[in-house]
């Protein structure tokens, strides 16, 4: 049974095997993508934390899709880049969400 609302919603419509896929699928792509914010122009940056936002929110990572949604505002805003604090606060939302998400991911496997 999927851990979260957002996460059931999804499996109503494509079914809980293809949401695991899309679960594993965030959890294994995370890190490449938490590396790529530490390089790269600043767009570039703009735009992964928006993609990332979207993907946080559809795994019903609240916590790690609201942080970055305040990053990406304030980017967006010309209030700056991101800083080496910022990448640690999202490492520890990931690891907070990605542990219900990986007792889902494995439970179908």
Do not use: C, I, Y
Request: aromatic share 4%; no cysteine; proline share 5%.
């Amino acid at each position: 049974m999927p851990p979260n609302r957002s996460l059931a919603e999804l499996a109503s419509v494509l079914g809980e095997d293809n949401v695991r896929t899309l679960v594993r699928t965030f959890l294994r792509d995370w890190p490449v993508a938490l590396r790529e914010l530490g390089g790269g122009t600043r767009p570039v940056r703009h735009r992964l934390v928006h993609s990332l936002k979207s993907n946080a929110r559809l795994m019903g990572a609240v916590g790690l899709s609201q942080r970055l949604a305040e990053l990406e505002d304030r980017m967006a805003d010309g209030g700056g880049d991101l800083a080496p604090v910022d990448l640690a606060g999202l490492d520890a939302d990931f690891e907070a969400a990605a542990r219900e998400l990986q007792a889902f991911a494995a439970s179908g496997a």
